[in-house]
């Protein structure tokens, strides 16, 4: 079956280690996106791309670097540099027209120990 | 500045009675989409309808609807005969063009809760 997959489910992490969340999709999508939720909050941007070696800062990018190699791929490393990691991420896939829907991975919900 | 406002942090209704969450967006581009989805407790996120800056005619998904005022850039849900399980947390977002392709953005989110 088509879909995006996030893994691990559940992460813990020290304090100042740089720790790398997966997403992976096969339904064949140009565009990827990250994105942290806290609880009770919204989603908020960290990295998006287009295009396969060419993704863009969110609106809280800081703390966080992303990599395009393969169109399937948009792996997420949350750095040492990001003093508040602990939240659930969710990585989304979508084709690269405005009137299609994203799809959403189940999520990998981060904890710094 | 938000692009995306959703103004009521939680709602309560009805079993069965209807329901309007609000959205309202802030875009310069002539060309938009706008999405509601809806995340239960388990976290997954559930497209439920979508609505085109172009379209004429408000969206509908089976119990879904989305009420489409574009000049007051207002995207608002209306969810009809409310049931139990729409319990959940609804996001409403926008996807945009910017100089590096399209950006899809969420509100804050509306928390509904269902009564029997």
């Known amino acids: 079956d088509g879909g995006i997959t996030q893994s691990p489910k559940y992460l813990f992490r020290k304090e100042g280690q740089n720790v790398t969340l997966s997403c992976e999709q096969n339904?064949?999508?140009?565009?990827m996106y990250w994105y942290r939720q806290d609880p009770g909050q919204g989603l908020r941007l960290i990295y998006y791309?287009?295009?396969?070696?060419?993704?863009q800062k969110g609106d809280i990018a800081e703390g966080y670097s992303v990599s395009r190699e393969k169109k399937e791929s948009f792996p997420l490393t949350v750095t040492s540099a990001q003093k508040n990691p602990t939240a659930f991420y969710l990585c989304?896939?979508?084709?690269?027209?405005?009137?299609?829907?994203?799809?959403f991975g189940q999520g990998t919900r981060l904890t710094v120990v | 500045a938000q692009k995306i406002t959703q103004t009521q942090p939680g709602m309560f209704v009805q079993e069965k009675e209807a329901v309007t969450l609000d959205c309202t967006y802030d875009t310069s581009d002539p060309s938009y989409g706008l999405f509601w989805y809806k995340q239960p407790s388990s976290g997954e996120m559930i497209f439920l309808i979508y609505q085109g800056s172009y379209d004429q005619q408000n969206a509908t998904e089976g119990r879904y609807s989305l009420n489409f005022q574009k000049a007051r850039k207002s995207a608002n849900l209306v969810i009809s005969a409310s049931q139990l399980g729409d319990s959940a947390m609804y996001f409403c977002?926008?996807?945009?063009?910017?100089?590096?392709?399209?950006?899809?953005?969420f509100g804050a989110g509306t928390i509904l809760r269902v009564k029997s």
């Open positions: 791309s287009q295009i396969v070696n060419d993704f």
């Open positions: 977002a926008m996807r945009e063009g910017t100089e590096y392709g399209n950006k899809l953005v």
């Open positions: 989304a896939s979508s084709a690269d027209r405005r009137n299609t829907e994203a799809f």
């Open positions: 339904l064949n999508h140009d565009a």
